[in-house]
């Protein structure tokens, strides 16, 4: 399709009511953007978006840089990867929480199999969500905090 018809049908929808006049400057903005357009397939960027958090298994930290790197990337391309960008660095976030509470209920013994459940969780979750991402779906971590919406 060509700029000029999806500007028409940009047109359209605002015209139908479909979209806010913000959305379609917007994404008319995007259109005429002279910057060449990166190519993004959504759906394998989303899943290596997910399985990048992995890298803490081999570099202890590269799991945490790399999905901000990618999301900072493809945000602006595509809403799917910006969300699957928001959910990851929520989770981050919202893991971080629990560990440092995990850690400190550790005194009282408690804290154990609350900071095993963590780390086990912090390595099923970007499986599953790369799972959903692979189908199209964008899946929301369980017990994530929105810090980021």
């Not at 913000?22 to 995007?30: S, V």
């Not at 999301?71 to 919202?94: A, T, Y």
Request: aromatic fraction near 8%; hydrophobic fraction near 50%.
């Amino acid at each position: 399709m060509s700029v000029a018809d999806e500007l028409l049908k940009l047109q359209q929808l605002r015209d139908a009511g479909a979209i806010t006049p913000e959305e379609f400057e917007r994404q008319k903005a995007a259109l005429m953007d002279p910057k060449p357009a990166l190519n993004l397939d959504v759906k394998q960027w989303s899943v290596l978006l997910h399985l990048s958090q992995l890298l803490n298994l081999v570099t202890g930290f590269g799991g945490i840089i790399a999905p901000i790197v990618i999301w900072m990337l493809f945000r602006d391309q595509s809403p799917e990867i910006d969300q699957h960008g928001k959910n990851i660095v929520n989770w981050w976030i919202s893991s971080l929480i629990y560990g440092v509470v995990s850690g400190l209920l550790c005194l009282v013994l408690i804290g154990i199999p609350l900071l095993i459940a963590l780390v086990i969780l912090t390595f099923v979750f970007p499986i599953i969500g790369a799972i959903k991402a692979s189908s199209g779906e964008v899946w929301r971590y369980p017990m994530t905090i929105n810090f980021i919406k």
